[in-house]
C-alpha cells in the first residue's frame, strides 16, 4: 500500500457549487429507515444533475441516510418525521447513527468525495461501501473509477480483510482507495494496486 504524495492527485479537490445552483429545498420524508422524496421537479433534478438516490416510478427520488443527511446538511432537502415534524441535521444523524454501523466514518467520506465534485454511490453488490465515477461521468454512463472503504485512523485491519478488499477492487476492475477518518473528521485517501516485480 502507497500512500499518494499529494491527495489531490487521487481525488483533487473542487469548489462546492452544487448548493449556489439550486433554489428551492426539497422536501422528504423519513420512514422505516429509509428517506423519500416527494414527486416534484425540484426533486427529479436532484437525481438527473447528481445522481442523489434512486429515481422511483412514481417520481419520487429514495435517498440513503447518508445522502439525506449530506443534502440536509447542504440545505437541499428538508427531512420530515412523524406528525410532520422537521427533522435537523443532529436528530437525523442520530437516527441513521442507530440504522447503519459505522455511520458517522462513512459520512465524512461520502461527504469528502462530494464536496470535491465526484458522484457517490453505495456499492454493496460489489462488496464495498461506495463507488466513485470520475467527474463527469454518471452511473449508468460509464463505470465508476473507484471502490472505497472508510476507515478510521484508529481502527486496523487483519490481513485477510486487508487481501479482500484487494479482490473486490481487483474483481471488479476498480482501484481501490481507503478512506481514513482522523479524529478531526479530516480524511486521508490510500490507493492500493496491484504491483508485478
Given amino acids: 500500500m502507497t500512500k499518494k504524495k499529494e491527495e489531490s492527485e487521487v481525488l483533487p479537490k ?39 438516490g434512486e429515481l422511483l416510478d412514481d417520481g419520487r427520488v429514495q435517498l440513503s441516510l447518508i445522502e439525506a443527511l449530506y443534502l440536509v446538511e447542504k440545505k437541499r432537502v428538508f427531512v420530515y418525521g412523524s406528525k410532520n415534524k422537521e427533522l435537523d441535521f443532529e436528530t437525523l444523524l442520530k437516527k441513521s447513527q442507530k440504522a447503519e454501523p459505522n455511520f458517522w466514518v462513512r459520512y465524512c467520506v461520502y461527504k469528502d468525495i462530494r464536496n470535491r465534485g465526484y458522484i457517490i454511490k453505495t456499492a454493496l453488490k460489489f462488496g464495498a461501501d461506495f463507488r466513485i465515477y470520475d467527474r ?32 473486490v477492487a481487483h474483481s471488479t476492475k476498480k482501484r481501490l482507495l481507503i478512506g481514513c477518518v482522523d479524529a478531526e473528521n479530516d480524511v486521508t485517501y490510500w490507493e492500493v494496486r496491484w504491483l508485478r516485480p
Fill in 136 to 167: 463527469g461521468v454518471k452511473p449508468g454512463e460509464d463505470h465508476a473509477r473507484w471502490v472505497v472503504f472508510p476507515v478510521h485512523e484508529g481502527s486496523s485491519l487483519t490481513w485477510h480483510e486487508f487481501s479482500s478488499k484487494n479482490r
Fill in 14 to 52: 473542487k469548489e462546492d457549487k452544487e448548493a449556489k445552483e439550486h433554489k428551492e429545498p426539497v422536501k422528504a420524508y423519513f420512514s422505516n429507515e429509509r428517506v423519500l422524496t416527494e414527486s416534484s421537479d425540484n426533486a427529479r433534478e436532484l437525481y438527473n444533475q447528481s445522481r442523489y
